[in-house]
């Protein structure tokens, strides 16, 4: 039977697995097996923890329900930070992903701060599909138009709009993923400004689906909401799962978040179970 931690970061979920002694070689219809709630333990992410080698403190292996590969998760790096932290006695900790390393500080109260580096705002790094001004992207589909792309280690497009009570993002979210635009698919955000300081924000993940909370998204609404002259450099977002802070600090270009993560249960599972 193989040990299994259930962690999640204000809802956003995964199922925690340990590869650092042996790989499990989990292919990716594992993986998404796993993550199914009716047939599975059910998430919103498989996560693989690695041996990273000099530098860092582990690897984090980032799989979707739908099997694919993310570089890069803010809610699931505070969840293995925090981890790692409590096996080290250390507060600071780096995690390396296939997106790089993040640096994180696990707090007394148990609140963790990852930088997620700076974000990368060219259109090729982005990537869309071809050279696009990334501050006013030319999409639209239904009541939404021209959303701001950045990459925070993955591919993110924010709208910014008045009433976000009133956007279908159930329906949006998986027509604009897939758009042509976005060669990799994107992770699509629905941002409405409340205050220069305070942002709501639902996310539609790309290979996930709509989270209740998705810390990557939550630091490029942040920055696309700042490049765009509607927020500060620093605020609270509001995701359906609760609330994390962002800065975009101005001496170096990074974007730190900061929020709670929490255990729901540890357990075994039997991985031969799955299908292959």
């Given at each position: 039977m193989l040990p299994f931690r259930k962690m999640h970061g204000l809802g956003n979920d995964f199922v925690v697995l340990d590869e650092r002694s042996a790989p499990l070689r989990l292919t990716p219809a594992r993986a998404a097996a796993l993550a199914d709630r009716r047939r599975g333990v059910g998430c919103d992410q498989i996560i693989s923890l690695e041996p990273a080698g000099d530098g860092a403190d582990v690897f984090m292996r980032i799989r979707n329900p739908d099997g694919s590969e993310a570089g890069a998760c803010?809610?699931?790096?505070?969840?293995?930070?925090?981890?790692?932290?409590?096996?080290?006695?250390r507060r600071q900790v780096t995690v390396r992903t296939i997106a790089g390393d993040l640096s994180a500080e696990?707090?007394?109260?148990?609140?963790?701060t990852v930088d997620m580096g700076a974000p990368r705002l060219d259109?090729?790094?982005?990537?869309?599909?071809?050279?696009t001004d990334t501050l006013h992207l030319p999409l639209a589909e239904g009541p939404v138009e021209s959303p701001a792309a950045c990459s925070m280690g993955n591919p993110h497009a924010t709208f910014?709009?008045?009433?976000?009570?009133?956007?279908p993002v159930a329906a949006l979210g998986p027509l604009l993923e897939r758009h042509p635009l976005f060669p990799e698919r994107a992770n699509i955000g629905f941002a409405q400004v409340?205050?220069?300081?305070?942002?709501?924000?639902?996310v539609w993940e790309r290979g996930a689906g709509m989270t209740l909370a998705c810390g990557s998204g939550a630091c490029a609404a942040l920055v696309n909401a700042h490049r765009r002259g509607l927020a500060g450099r620093r605020a609270t977002v509001a995701l359906p799962g609760g609330e994390l802070g962002i800065e975009w600090r101005a001496s170096d270009g990074h974007?730190?978040?900061?929020?709670?993560?929490?255990?729901?249960?540890?357990?075994?599972?039997?991985?031969?179970?799955?299908?292959a």
């Open positions: 803010g809610n699931a790096t505070r969840c293995v930070a925090a981890l790692i932290a409590a096996e080290t006695g696990v707090h007394p109260d148990g609140s963790v259109w090729r790094a982005v990537p869309l599909a071809e050279a910014f709009v008045p009433d976000l009570d009133a956007i409340l205050a220069p300081d305070r942002l709501r924000l639902v974007v730190l978040m900061t929020g709670p993560v929490a255990t729901a249960f540890v357990g075994q599972l039997d991985l031969a179970a799955y299908p």
